[in-house]
């Protein structure tokens, strides 16, 4: 471990930086849009049950990206505890970048499509997928400055605040990608969304 510790951080932010470069070009080739194909891009979009969800720089999704930077950082202390924290920042990155090809796949799309109430989704926009890889760095940094407990609060008040406001949140969209529930699909479906 001592030897990475010698790499300079610049290193690092240029491996992190080509990982999202190859993330978005995989993408690509996958045949993602690179951007809304209602031809803009918007900084936040929020209406959740739109063909333009998940396709601008950030929408309410966005915020369970932050989620995932705040477990990939518990995650990279836990197993690599004395590696730099750049080098546990470029492997979160990596790990964002898989999901977020993982995710663009038909199956997945697919699975969410079955699964959920998200009939209209088709997949992200390259732009939203890399947003969302920018959001998890975000997370990943704010749990490597704030106390524990701060991390801990915050967490706790997206998942809430997103189950409220959107019927969503990280811990539903990966029970429902899992294991779909019909009581979970039917509530998520509900009053209609604020």
Known sequence: ?????????????????????AQALVLLAMGR?????????????????SSENSQHILD????????????FYFAAWLVLPRAPLALRLVLAIAVEG?????????????RYRA?????????DSIVNSV????????GFGLASLLPVWLVIAAAAVIEV?????????????????VHPFDAIRHWQAGAGLH
């Not at 999901?99 to 697919?110: A, G, H, P, Q, Y």
């Not at 947003?131 to 975000?138: E, G, H, K, P």
């Open 60 to 71: 309410w999704y966005s915020f369970s990206h932050v989620l995932h930077g705040f477990i």
């Open 33 to 49: 849009v690179p951007m809304c194909i209602c031809g803009t891009i918007k900084l936040w979009h929020g209406v959740v049950n």
């Open 98 to 110: 898989a999901w977020e090809i993982l995710e663009n796949t038909d199956f997945i799309i697919n």
């Open 1 to 21: 471990m001592s030897a990475l510790v010698r790499v300079p951080l610049r290193n690092y932010l240029l491996a992190g930086l080509a990982l999202i470069v």
């Open 161 to 177: 605040g997103l189950a409220w406001w959107i019927r969503d949140n990280l811990t539903l969209n990966v029970i429902m990608l």
């Open 131 to 138: 947003s969302d890889n920018v959001a998890m760095i975000a």
């Open 115 to 123: 699964g959920t109430i998200s009939l209209d989704y088709y997949g």
